[in-house]
Every structure is written in C-alpha cells, then in structure tokens.
C-alpha cells in the first residue's frame, strides 16, 4: 500500500541552528491554508527561549489554529506495531509530527552520538509500503539534500531508520512520542 498526506505544505524551509518544532508546525499550517507567511519563530507563543519547544506548547500552537493535536506515546508497542501505527494516522489523512532523536549531520552521516543527544521534531506525510519507506519533511535537511524525486516532503527514510531514530535523543520520557493530528 501506498498513502499520501491530501494536503501538501507550500514549501520545505531549512532551519538555522534551532526551530524544528516550529519549522513543522509551519509545514504543517502552510498544508491547510493556515499559514500567514510569518517567520515560523513568529508561532511562538512565549515562554524563555524559542528553540526550547515542548511537546505541550507544541501541542497548544497546533489547537490555537484549530487542530485537535495530542501528545501519544508508542514505546510499549512492538516495532511492527510502532510502524502499522504510523500508517494508520497516516491513513487518516493527516501528517504526524515525531519527536525524534536526530544523528544525521549536515552532510547526511548519521551519528550514534548526535542521535543521543540531539532532540528534533520532523512531520510524516507519507508512506509507501512496497519500498518500505516514508515520506517526511525534516526542516534540518539542508536544501542541497532535498529529495525532489518523491511525492511529498523534502526526504524519504527507510522504516528500520524512522525506528532508530523514534528512539534516540536525551529525553528518553519523550522516546517514541508523536502528535497525532486531526482537523
């Protein structure tokens, strides 16, 4: 089976430094005609430092603009099961937002050690089945890796690499976490 996201984001911007959570929110908005053109730090809805984005204000920008979003977690559930998850909100014609652990460095190696200690948001916005792939917007993939070949977001990665990287980052309470979305 193969499934695509109806709604499509207008562009995949590339973050500095910083702003994941708010580069997918972003996407996200830009796909349901919910985007005004702001910078994404512009959805930031106060607190100390916006590169310091929790899964709650993540959550409450999201129903600010009338999503019904909550934060799920995934960690009991086996690795087939983790990915029939996926595929089902998928099927439900919105994307999901993942808390990830991030070890891919700009030039696209991954790394075990940037993968512990770097936390990251990404949006899945498709999947296909046969190749055993999804399809993502990651707004830390620099431009020049864009894969312009697939049907929607800016990279595809395999099952075995969406489960490692579910998996990773310093905040092991947050280790296979998601937003699941509905409007």
Same mark, same amino acid.
């Given at each position: 089976?193969?499934?695509?996201?109806?709604?499509?984001?207008?562009?995949?911007?590339?973050?500095?430094?910083?702003?994941?959570?708010?580069?997918?929110?972003?996407?996200?908005?830009?796909?349901?005609?919910?985007?005004?053109?702001?910078?994404?730090?512009?959805?930031?809805?106060? !607190? =100390?430092?916006?590169?310091?984005?929790? $899964?709650?204000?993540?959550?409450? @920008?999201?129903?600010?603009?009338?999503? /019904?979003? *909550?934060?799920?977690?995934?960690?009991?559930?086996?690795?087939?099961?983790?990915?029939?998850?996926?595929?089902?909100?998928?099927?439900?014609?919105?994307?999901?937002?993942?808390?990830?652990?991030?070890?891919?460095?700009?030039? !696209? =190696?991954?790394?075990?050690?940037?993968? $512990?200690?770097?936390?990251?948001? @990404?949006?899945?916005?498709?999947?296909? /089945?046969? *190749?055993?792939?999804?399809?993502?917007?990651?707004?830390?993939?620099?431009?020049?890796?864009?894969?312009?070949?697939?049907?929607?977001?800016?990279?595809?990665?395999?099952?075995?690499?969406?489960?490692?990287?579910?998996?990773? !980052?310093?905040?092991?309470?947050?280790?296979?976490?998601?937003?699941?979305?509905?409007?």
């Amino acid at each position: 089976m193969k499934f695509i996201v109806s709604k499509k984001p207008k562009e995949y911007l590339h973050q500095g430094p910083t702003g994941c959570g708010l580069y997918s929110i972003k996407g996200i908005l830009s796909a349901y005609g919910k985007d005004d053109g702001r910078n994404p730090f512009a959805y930031w809805s106060g !607190g =100390i430092l916006p590169f310091i984005t929790t $899964r709650l204000r993540l959550v409450n @920008i999201l129903r600010s603009y009338g999503f /019904d979003a *909550k934060w799920e977690c995934a960690r009991e559930l086996s690795n087939e099961q983790k990915i029939a998850a996926l595929k089902k909100l998928l099927c439900y014609d919105a994307p999901v937002m993942m808390h990830i652990g991030n070890g891919y460095r700009k030039n !696209g =190696i991954w790394s075990k050690l940037r993968w $512990r200690v770097v936390s990251h948001w @990404i949006t899945l916005w498709g999947f296909d /089945d046969e *190749k055993e792939i999804f399809y993502i917007y990651d707004s830390c993939v620099p431009l020049r890796y864009y894969d312009k070949s697939i049907p929607i977001g800016n990279v595809q990665r395999a099952y075995g690499q969406i489960l490692r990287d579910w998996g990773g !980052g310093p905040r092991w309470w947050w280790r296979y976490g998601y937003i699941k979305l509905t409007s």
